[in-house]
Each structure stands twice: as structure tokens, then as C-alpha cells.
């Protein structure tokens, strides 16, 4: 089984859903010898099946799959429909329906199978943690299991249902936090007091992610006991990223000089470039994923339209040094 220690390259390029992630992308930082991942989120059991064989076409080096966990949960109604009524205007501009508020499982029990029958190096999870006979299965099936984690309470009762690495992410993380309570206030101690916390805490190899974006980054997590680093913004402007262009033009944009977290596209916290949508919606509801669903009209409708303003601009605190080019480029200039 695979051990991050072991990596040539100490750095994880993070699983990101909604199109950064691709097969080319992760195929890249494995061949480059860090450890590429695949990010199943959203898709289905039988697109991620394909997206694993294309990696293998690609390299024979270790490689990643990331799962979303989501807990069953029943947004408040009223506070769903004053948001819903409140995007209804901009769904107007845009000459789209918004979506409608629902919950499922991402197709959990069919990812779940699969990962197990294809048997990627890593299978890691965000949003929660798997029960124990689904670590104990990874386990046997030689998979290196990676539970993400925003807390010391998360990585203690990860590291004891089971999970044989963890993936620490920090308040300065691009793209969702993956605090396990969807209603719990993410915890916003910086990553390198968490991570020195969790590594205190817990005795299994981490991955640690959020903002770091150059050597200096990188080298800060190892020296606090990380195995490795995960970044995520390093990589969204990759050639191989599927970072669609609107993303990709803000991020190079001098205008979008900071980012935020909001609750507004998705229900559930996240970190992305301050846009107008962020700054009109300070207050979105907790509902993960029936916000989720509710915007992704609007936000397909944003990028095809290239309104930057509206469109979701998930990166985090470190967006300002993510660079272009081949990822094998990117990899090698994060290496301490
Ligand atoms: C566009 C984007 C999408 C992401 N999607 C996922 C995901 O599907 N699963 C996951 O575990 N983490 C996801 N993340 C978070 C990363 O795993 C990681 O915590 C983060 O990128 C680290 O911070 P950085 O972006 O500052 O490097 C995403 C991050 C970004 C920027």
C-alpha cells in the first residue's frame, strides 16, 4: 500500500470537482512524481470509471480518487425560499430557471464499489468520514485511505474509525471546507497551528493544504510534520486543468485582488475570488447540496455568458502566485 511518506515529490495535487480535475491533470503530477488525483464529486460511478482508465493511459505512477461524503440534511424552508426568491432577478438577467432545492448522495454506494473493484492507490473523502468497515475494505483491498479533515475532534475520530492518512485542510483552502457538520462554523485556526495540532494529536502520515502556493509553502507544512503538501489554486491555471475560462481570466485578473468564504453557491462554506454574487448574498441559508442545486443554472449561465460577477471563482488565499504551463512545470517549482 502506498504511504505518502514515500513520494518522490512531497506534493498532492488536490482532487478539485466541477471540471479543474481531469485525467490529463492528475496523470501529470503522479508522471511528475508527486501524487495526482481525480476528483469523483458530481460525476457519475461510470464517468469516474472512465476518468481512472484514462489515468492509467497515462502513467504508471500512484494516483488518487477523492469521494464526497454528504450527510443527509433538511434546510430550513423559509430561509430556502427568501434565498431562492432573492437569485430569482439575476436568474432573469441571465434568461435561466433556477434549479430546484434537493438532496442526494452524490452516488456514494455506486462510487464506493467502484474504487473498490478499480483499486486506485488513494481513495480519499471530503465532507465527512466513512464508517470503519469502509476503511477496513479500502485497507484490504491494498487502498490507501485519506479522510479529509478541519479539526483536531475530525482527524482523533477519523484515526479511530480507521483511516490510515488524513488530508488537513486549513481556513485558506480554495473550493469548499470540508468540516464534517454542514451546520457547524468552520474552524478558522491558520493550517500551520492545525496542522501542528493534528500531528500532536494524531500519529498517522498527512497531507496538509490551504494557500500554500510556492516552495516556501510547501517546505513550512514538511517542517511541521506533514508527508506532504496539497494545493489545489497552484494548479487550476495547469495546461491540463479543465478550469473553464471565465475561472481561469479572473484569476490572472488584477481586479479580483482577494478572496472570500461564502455559503451562497453551494450552502455549505467555501473559499473562491470576491465577486458581486459573494458581496449581494452575505447571508445564504445552510443546505448543502440544495443550494447547490438551486445555482447551477445560474452559474453554467454565468460562465456561458462570461460573467466573472457571478460565476462561482473557487481559489484560495494563494491565488495570486498560481501560474500557467504544463503541471510537470508547476509540480517541479514546488518542490522544496
Ligand atoms: C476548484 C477547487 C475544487 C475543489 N474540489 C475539491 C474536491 O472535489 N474534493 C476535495 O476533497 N477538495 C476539493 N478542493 C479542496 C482541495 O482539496 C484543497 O483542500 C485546496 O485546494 C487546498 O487549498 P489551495 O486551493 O489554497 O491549494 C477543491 C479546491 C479547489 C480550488
Known amino acids: 500500500m502506498l504511504d505518502l511518506r514515500d513520494l518522490e515529490v512531497p506534493v498532492v495535487g488536490a482532487p478539485m470537482a466541477g471540471g479543474a480535475s481531469t485525467p490529463a491533470l492528475a496523470a501529470a503530477v503522479s508522471a ?3 501524487l495526482g488525483f481525480l476528483a469523483a464529486g ?32 433538511d434546510p430550513d424552508p423559509e430561509l430556502l425560499d427568501a434565498f431562492r426568491r432573492s437569485l430569482e432577478p439575476e436568474a432573469a438577467r441571465l434568461g435561466v430557471d433556477l434549479g430546484e432545492p434537493s438532496w442526494d448522495d452524490d452516488d456514494w454506494r455506486a462510487k464506493l464499489e467502484l474504487v473498490l473493484g478499480v483499486r486506485p492507490d488513494v481513495v480519499s ?21 485519506t479522510v479529509t479533515v478541519t479539526s483536531v475532534v475530525e482527524a482523533q475520530e477519523a484515526v479511530a474509525r480507521g483511516a490510515a492518512s488524513l488530508a488537513v485542510q486549513g481556513p485558506e483552502a480554495g473550493g469548499h471546507r470540508g468540516t464534517w457538520d454542514l451546520e457547524a462554523v468552520p474552524d478558522h485556526a491558520p493550517l500551520l497551528d ?4 493534528v500531528v500532536t494529536a494524531v500519529d498517522v502520515p498527512v497531507a496538509a493544504g490551504g494557500g500554500i502556493s510556492d516552495v516556501g509553502g510547501v517546505d513550512a ?38 478572496t472570500d468564504t461564502t455559503r451562497a453557491y453551494t450552502g455549505r462554506w467555501a473559499r473562491g475570488l470576491a465577486n458581486r454574487f459573494m458581496a449581494e448574498h452575505p447571508h445564504a441559508p445552510v443546505g448543502y447540496p440544495h443550494l447547490h442545486h438551486v445555482t447551477a443554472p445560474l452559474r453554467a449561465a454565468a460562465v456561458a455568458a ?18 500557467s504551463g504544463p503541471a510537470a512545470v508547476i509540480t517541479s517549482s514546488l518542490v522544496p
Not at 221 to 235: F, P, S
Not at 306 to 323: E, S
Open 125 to 145: 473523502f471530503t465532507f465527512g468520514c466513512p464508517d470503519p468497515e469502509v476503511l477496513r475494505a479500502l485497507a484490504g483491498n491494498g487502498i490507501l485511505s
Open 306 to 323: 462570461g460573467d466573472a460577477q457571478v460565476a462561482h471563482l473557487w481559489a484560495g488565499t494563494g491565488h495570486a502566485h498560481a501560474r
Open 42 to 73: 458530481y460525476k457519475t460511478a461510470d464517468q469516474v470509471a472512465v476518468e481512472v482508465e484514462a489515468v492509467r493511459a497515462g502513467t504508471a505512477e500512484p494516483f488518487g480518487v477523492n469521494l464526497f461524503l454528504v450527510a443527509p440534511f
Open 194 to 197: 492545525l496542522l501542528s495540532a
Open 32 to 34: 511528475a512524481s508527486g
Open 221 to 258: 507544512v514538511l517542517v511541521r510534520g506533514a508527508a506532504a503538501a496539497q494545493m489545489g489554486t497552484a494548479y487550476l491555471l495547469a495546461d491540463e486543468a479543465g478550469t473553464n475560462p471565465v475561472h481561469r481570466a479572473a484569476l490572472t485578473d488584477p481586479a479580483f485582488a482577494g
